[in-house]
């Protein structure tokens, strides 16, 4: 049971540069979610799904785009990238009964 | 929107002390409250979580929170630290009658010295 895996774990972009960072799940989690993680801004919710076909923003969704076809992959595509945008990227996926929630171990993003 | 405070960003203390990191939120009807650990290098972990019942939860590695409701708060608390609890500690909380996204706090590091 791997639990919820993303890829890559490091990545260096430079500005204007795009890419995908992916999350998959083998839990057959209806809701899924990526978060940023910035020093002392704790996690910030990117965009969110409720289940296949279905996304919405969080709190920092600008620059970023989702999509969710499956289940179990929930990609995050950053459009073009900037330096703002370096940060730590986590992925989570949560049961619906009992709100318990399970990490990725997060992608090292640095855009130059 | 909901929002969530932890009210100290470093806390140092000596291993065998006791620790208290503390976490108010902002006022709601109904909430869930969770603490999760990050070790170095390292993803989210659950520590504990409060749905509903007693007000005391006990987690993992002798971690045990209060929900005060009355006074917004979620403070975390072990009566004695080990050099392995050194890590980033996050207070989180979904908001039911708001979508139900988990929205964190800013982080409280504990730095566990000999």
């Known amino acids: 049971n791997a639990g919820v895996t993303q890829t890559p774990k490091f990545q260096v972009l430079k500005t204007g540069q795009s890419m995908t960072l992916q999350c998959a799940q083998d839990?057959?989690?209806?809701?899924m979610s990526w978060y940023r993680q910035d020093p002392g801004m704790g996690l910030r919710l990117i965009h969110y799904?409720?289940?296949?076909?279905?996304?919405d923003q969080g709190e920092v969704p600008n620059g970023y785009n989702v999509s969710r076809s499956t289940t179990e992959d929930f990609p995050l595509r950053l459009l073009s990238a900037a330096p703002s945008q370096t940060s730590v990227y986590f992925c989570?996926?949560?049961?619906?009964?009992?709100?318990?929630?399970?990490f990725g171990s997060g992608t090292r993003l640095t855009v130059v | 929107a909901q929002s969530v405070t932890q009210l100290d960003s470093q806390v140092p203390v000596f291993e065998e002390a006791p620790v208290e990191l503390r976490c108010n939120y902002s006022?709601?009807?109904?909430?869930?409250l969770f603490w999760y650990v990050q070790y170095p290098n390292q993803g989210l972990q659950l520590l504990l979580k409060?749905?509903?019942?007693?007000?005391l939860v006990k987690g993992i590695n002798g971690f045990e929170a209060e929900f005060n409701k009355s006074q917004t708060s979620f403070h975390l608390r072990k009566p004695s630290v080990h050099i392995s609890d050194t890590a980033e500690y996050f207070c989180?909380?979904?908001?039911?009658?708001?979508?139900?996204?988990?929205?964190f706090g800013g982080g409280t590091r504990v730095l566990v010295k000999p």
């Open positions: 409060y749905l509903s019942g007693s007000t």
């Open positions: 799904s409720v289940g296949a076909g279905i996304t």
């Open positions: 989570a996926s949560r049961d619906s009964f009992f709100y318990g929630y399970t």
């Open positions: 839990m057959n989690h209806e809701y």
């Open positions: 989180a909380v979904i908001d039911k009658a708001a979508g139900n996204k988990l929205t």
């Open positions: 006022s709601s009807v109904s909430v869930y």
